[in-house]
């Protein structure tokens, strides 16, 4: 689990968790701090209608509140996409004794928001799987007035997501960095269409190369030897 908290504290998921169990202390102690005032003034319990009904109507906010904060405490943000499909033990697996390491450019220059592994790759505290991932790309909104910096990745199911990296691309250097750690571009794939064509292109392929019924049970496969699989049955129809 340690790569994977380390990664929700970079990514600022972990402050959002915090937050969120602060917010539910704070209903609980509204509650205990209700329910002692009106102990104070109503000793024998008999409570008036109204303040009755408001902390019915609190306690079961709490407790709704309390299962949404566990179900979402449970999912890592950190893992773009995946996190839908695979459970918290799955990807506490697949992180398992991952060693991320710095990445440098051609000119040695070190690229400090970026970590590779053997089988991942993190950036500002996301993580893509680099057998799951079919190809990356870097994107700058010119319009926002920092140059705000995406980086978008389609996976190898044809499913995709697109994550403010907050920072601004030097221009070129999201090649260099890609080239660095080894992914590939769209510049790839090209010949299987765009966006959506792309997309059916690769959910194609992989529908015929994977015959299980859940995604979920792709976790406990080889998945270097599953892309190699996808990579191989690639082609143009």
Not at 58 to 65: D, K, T
Not at 85 to 107: C, H, M, N, R, W
Not at 148 to 170: E, L, P, Q, R, T
Request: proline fraction near 3%.
């Amino acid at each position: 689990m340690r790569n994977l908290f380390k990664a929700e504290f970079k990514s600022g998921g972990m402050f959002w968790k915090i937050v969120m169990l602060l917010i539910w202390l704070l209903l609980l102690w509204n509650i205990i701090h209700q329910l002692s005032g009106l102990n104070r003034l109503f000793p024998d319990g008999n409570y008036p209608k109204d303040d009755k009904n408001r902390l019915i109507i609190l306690v079961v906010f709490q407790v709704a509140y309390l299962i949404f904060m566990v179900w979402r405490g449970l999912r890592f943000s950190c893992v773009p996409y995946w996190n839908k499909i695979f459970s918290t033990v799955q990807l506490a697996e697949l992180l398992k004794d991952e060693e991320f390491l710095p990445v440098y450019g051609l000119d040695s220059k070190k690229f400090s928001y970026i970590q590779v592994s053997d089988n991942w790759i993190m950036i500002k505290g996301r993580l893509f799987s680099k057998h799951l991932t079919a190809f990356m790309e870097g994107q700058t909104n010119i319009y926002h007035p920092q140059g705000v910096s995406y980086v978008k990745a389609v996976m190898i199911d044809g499913g995709s997501c697109k994550k403010n990296m907050g920072f601004v691309w030097v221009p070129n250097e999201q090649n260099a960095v890609f080239k660095a750690i080894g992914v590939k571009s769209l510049h790839e794939y090209k010949k299987f269409g765009y966006d959506n064509e792309l997309a059916r292109a690769f959910a194609k392929n992989f529908n015929k190369v994977y015959s299980k019924n859940s995604k979920k049970e792709l976790a406990s496969e080889n998945l270097k030897e599953f892309r190699h699989l996808w990579d191989s049955q690639l082609i143009v129809d």
